[in-house]
């Protein structure tokens, strides 16, 4: 079979190349024909005959199987020269392809393949052996590579990928393979392909031309198996024998879709959980199996019981497709110790029409047992609020606080206080759980208190725990009302009577409940204005008679009462400074500026006093001045006739009178020296002078002292000065300023009126009772 295959394949080679020569021919005869042979017709006009180019058509065969080098074919022209020399120039001249120079001959000496490159263009030449000059003119030609099938068809890729979704119906396209032949396209059927399976023919089929594969079975499941290899061949000259072939795998997966419902693959779960365990806090995870991808599944998780769901929440975490349940309520192992339900669950979005009858819910039994833990105490409010009037007295009891301690020991609780909002403590919190009050409560200063209550149990290693208790302060009427607007009034001297000069109002430190009212009046009858009571808290200044002139009178006076209707009644009176001013036709005031001090609040009676005041400081300091300069020419004076040294020294204290102590010791007036008077001349080499002085044994003169210690000192020239010591004979004189004492102030020899202070405003009043 073999040797007839061979014999058959020579014999359809060479029946090609009998084909190839003549389609030369005919395709360009005369392109090939000139080329070849030149025309033999006469030189009918005279002219010189061409000479003419012969030599059979070359062509080569690819991968010829003959020995290199092996003969192509002959050139040959008619000239005949013993010096003629045959030449080839072009493509692969003298590398590939190279010619005999004597005879023509042309040899390959490299075997061809039509895959690198399919023609050579070359040009045959004939030239003189020894100068190499030309012969004749130069014949192109191309040396054609005849196709063998030789090149079996290459897949595009050495491993496809496909994929389809699982369940698709029969013939679902999956993937396309393609595959490419190197040899002749035009010659036979050298390039042509057909394909097919080779291995995966039981799933999957593949259409021989296009190469597209398609799903050979339907509904492929992906969970029994999602991938598949598939080995595919292409195979060139079909219907012929001796064509070649190549393979290539294709890897084909099944897509996940939603087809599966969740399975518990438990039957039952338990978990053990503190009763401290804080609200929100997972318990325990469960899981439903699903066979889809995790993109796919979407399980959802339900409590059978409805009950439960007061007690635990579960829901489904995203990543893991678990059940959390997480607690809702706080446990408590003394209520309850144990929990048991039915858990279920579904994915409501499979697709029911590839479930076949499988159950689309599974359920499982969760156990949580609740484990006994030492708990704080537990309070019987979640906070506390209490209330109290600010007049209340110390260490009433506002309220009390209540906790037990949960555990089966029911261990004794202890109160304390724990954090406040006061920098200052305003209650106490006994053992028992009382609150008292400690300092007194101001509505107007702090309405307000926060505290915390620590709740302790009384054992060892003992929990606690801390409540929040707010105290409120109840408002008394303890503080009067004052007046809201400006006192300082201007108005126009030619203001006509009933002209509303001012709306008044007032405030008042105190809670303003919806009840309050408060209540204007004069304290006394005036004749210029009249004030009004608006009875909705507030009140109108009226002129009460028209023609003031600011040249006459530029400035009234009007005490008002405005009371409340708390419990007591308070009041308060607040002047009212009226200003006479010239005004414009409009109405502007103008020339009011003289009255600037008044604005601010300050009488002409107030103006006076400080005037004076700074007067009487001015002649004061020029007196203490003056004196100072004559003390100063006097020691002068002195320090021209003798020499006398002054010790000055400085007393930061003066004092604290006859009691005083500390100032200097009065023990030493009454003390006498030794030995009397210490001659000058001497060198004094004992203690200092008060280390020496004894105490007389019993109290005598302390005039007859007074003089004894003034003799020692004036006859003692190196002794202390007696400007030093705090001996002074004199008292002085009266002092220009006056006394300075508060005595007597109230008493009613006094001259000067103190009605000026009621002028000042709110801030004197206290003082303008005292002395107005």
Request: aromatic share 8%; charged share 25%.
């Amino acid at each position: 079979v073999t040797v007839a295959t061979h014999r058959m394949d020579k014999f359809f080679l060479h029946l090609i190349q009998v084909v190839f020569c003549i389609n030369i021919a005919l395709a360009d005869e005369e392109n090939t024909i000139s080329v070849l042979s030149i025309s033999k017709s006469s030189n009918t006009h005279g002219q010189r005959v061409k000479r003419q180019w012969e030599w059979n058509q070359l062509y080569a065969v690819e991968e010829n199987k003959k020995e290199i080098p092996h003969l192509l074919g002959k050139i040959k022209s008619s000239i005949t020269s013993s010096n003629a020399k045959y030449v080839l120039e072009g493509e692969g001249a003298n590398s590939i392809f190279r010619v005999e120079p004597q005879n023509g001959d042309v040899y390959a000496w490299k075997r061809l393949d039509r895959e690198e490159k399919s023609e050579y263009k070359l040009t045959a030449l004939i030239v003189d052996r020894n100068t190499g000059k030309k012969l004749d003119e130069p014949s192109d030609f191309t040396l054609k590579i005849i196709d063998i099938n030789d090149n079996a068809p290459r897949f595009t890729l050495e491993f496809f990928n496909g994929s389809v979704p699982e369940m698709s119906s029969r013939g679902t396209s999956v993937v396309r393979v393609t595959a490419e032949d190197a040899d002749d396209p035009t010659v036979g059927a050298h390039a042509e392909i057909i394909y097919s399976i080779h291995a995966g023919s039981d799933y999957f089929v593949i259409e021989n031309k296009t190469g597209i594969i398609r799903t050979k079975l339907s509904q492929l499941d992906r969970e029994e198996k999602s991938s598949y290899e598939v080995v595919v061949e292409a195979k060139d000259m079909p219907g012929y024998q001796g064509g070649l072939s190549s393979t290539a795998t294709v890897i084909i997966k099944l897509t996940d879709i939603n087809d599966n419902p969740p399975v518990f693959r438990q039957g039952n779960y338990s978990f053990n959980v503190l009763e401290t365990i804080q609200v929100k806090s997972e318990v325990g995870r469960i899981k439903a199996e699903d066979a889809d991808e995790p993109w796919n599944s979407n399980t959802k998780y339900d409590f059978i019981e409805r009950a439960i769901t007061d007690t635990f929440h579960i829901k489904t975490d995203a990543n893991t497709k678990e059940g959390v349940i997480t607690l809702k309520k706080p446990l408590d192992f003394e209520t309850r110790k144990e929990y048991s339900f039915i858990v279920e669950a579904t994915d409501p979005s499979i697709n029911l029409q590839f479930i076949h009858g499988k159950p689309t819910k599974t359920r499982t039994t969760v156990n949580i047992k609740v484990l006994d833990a030492d708990e704080p105490p537990v309070f019987t409010a979640p906070f506390y609020r209490f209330e109290a009037y600010e007049d209340a007295p110390l260490r009433t009891v506002l309220g009390f606080v209540s906790a037990k301690d949960p555990d089966a020991t029911r261990n004794s609780v202890r109160y304390s206080l724990g954090r406040s909002t006061d920098r200052e403590p305003f209650f106490q919190v006994l053992s028992n759980g009382n609150i008292l009050s400690v300092k007194p409560f101001d509505r107007e200063t702090n309405a307000w208190h926060n505290i915390t209550v620590t709740a302790n149990e009384i054992a060892p290693n003992g929990q606690k725990s801390d409540v929040t208790v707010t105290i409120k302060i109840l408002d008394r009427n303890d503080n009067p009302p004052e007046l809201a607007t400006n006192p300082e009034i201007n108005i126009c001297e030619n203001v006509a009577e009933g002209t509303v000069i001012q709306t008044i109002s007032a405030v008042d430190k105190d809670e303003m409940a919806p009840g309050v009212n408060f209540g204007f009046s004069l304290s006394k009858e005036e004749n210029n204005f009249t004030l009004k009571d608006n009875q909705d808290n507030t009140a109108e200044i009226i002129i009460k008679r028209a023609g003031f002139s600011h040249q006459e009178h530029t400035r009234y006076f009007l005490p008002v009462i405005i009371t409340d209707n708390g419990t007591p009644l308070l009041s308060s009176t607040t002047t009212l400074s009226i200003t006479v001013c010239s005004c414009t036709a409009e109405g502007k005031h103008i020339k009011c500026q003289r009255f600037a001090a008044a604005t601010m609040g300050i009488s002409v009676h107030a103006l006076i006093a400080i005037f004076l005041c700074i007067v009487t400081i001015i002649v004061i300091t020029l007196l203490i001045a003056l004196r100072r300069k004559q003390k100063k020419n006097a020691f002068t004076g002195l320090g021209k006739d003798g020499d006398i040294n002054e010790q000055l020294v400085r007393y930061d204290e003066e004092g604290g009178g006859e009691m005083d102590t500390n100032s200097y010791d009065v023990s030493v007036l009454r003390s006498v020296r030794k030995n009397g008077a210490r001659p000058r001349e001497e060198i004094d080499v004992r203690p200092c002078l008060y280390a020496q002085v004894k105490k007389p044994a019993a109290n005598g003169e302390m005039a007859v002292m007074i003089e004894v210690k003034k003799d020692e000192a004036d006859n003692d020239r190196d002794g202390i000065p007696y400007d030093t010591l705090h001996i002074y004979g004199y008292e002085g004189s009266d002092s220009l300023a006056g006394s300075l004492s508060s005595l007597e102030t109230g008493s009613s020899d006094s001259e000067q009126d103190y009605d000026f202070l009621n002028d000042w405003g709110p801030r004197f009043k206290t003082l303008a009772e005292l002395y107005g």
